[in-house]
């Protein structure tokens, strides 16, 4: 099964603490983006990374850091400096990104609660 | 900078109703647009796509209409059937902006 994978599902952390959400994908795809999701808005861009050992900051980068490692996994830390982290996390791939016009793919998504 | 956006928070129609979703966007540079389907509470699937060299393209039972001059996009779903309620956006890819969406409810 070709795909996107988010993990956990729900995800519970004390306000000062850091926490990873995790993304991989199996599609050999290129690239990798991480979306936060509030009501009434629309998909805000955190990151995104066009290749491995590479990633840019989107629109709402402050707060939160990212890795590339690995071409399939592109793991997302929500940092203590998050002013308001509590939302819904998606994490996207697509073959390529910038000049290609290129599907992106979304994962189910992690709904982080910070207290 | 670019921005799309929804007319309308949500729509309500009956099953077997054709649906008509509408998005518009603010950069005439724009050129790819994609419609995503959002279930609660899961990530969104793709729909449909098309390109700024296209006015309409079509898939199985919808339809996205291109209109450059006035910078609007609109989805439209063919008989629609309870499982298509959902939120419905649109999205700018070469600039990796979404709109709010429209939530979408049909009653049968």
């Known amino acids: 099964d070709g795909g996107i994978t988010q993990s956990p599902k729900y995800l519970f952390r004390k306000e000062g603490q850091n926490v990873t959400l995790s993304c991989e994908q199996n599609l050999n795809h290129d690239a990798m983006y991480w979306y936060r999701q509030d009501p009434g808005q629309g998909l805000r861009l955190i990151y995104y990374?066009?290749?491995?050992?590479?990633?840019q900051k989107g629109d709402i980068a402050e707060g939160y850091s990212v890795s590339r490692e690995k071409k399939e996994s592109f793991p997302l830390t929500v940092t203590s400096a998050q002013k308001n982290p509590t939302a819904f996390y998606l994490c996207?791939?697509?073959?390529?990104?910038?000049?290609?016009?290129?599907?992106?793919?979304f994962g189910p998504g992690t709904r982080l609660t910070v207290t | 900078g670019e921005s799309v956006g929804l007319h309308l928070p949500t729509l309500s129609v009956q099953e077997g109703d054709n649906s008509i979703i509408n998005c518009a966007y603010s950069?005439?540079?724009?050129?790819?647009f994609i419609w995503y389907k959002q279930e609660s509470g899961k990530g969104p699937q793709f729909i449909i796509d098309?390109?700024?060299?296209?006015d309409k393209r079509q898939g199985q039972r919808v339809t996205v209409l291109l209109n450059k001059t006035v910078k609007h996009l609109s989805l439209q779903i063919a008989a629609t059937q309870p499982g298509d309620s959902a939120v419905y956006f649109c999205g700018n890819f070469q600039k990796l902006v979404f709109g709010t969406g429209t939530r979408l409810l049909v009653s049968p």
């Open positions: 950069n005439s540079a724009s050129d790819y």
């Open positions: 098309i390109r700024s060299n296209m």
């Open positions: 990374s066009q290749i491995v050992n590479d990633f």
């Open positions: 996207a791939s697509s073959i390529g990104v910038d000049g290609g016009i290129y599907e992106q793919y």
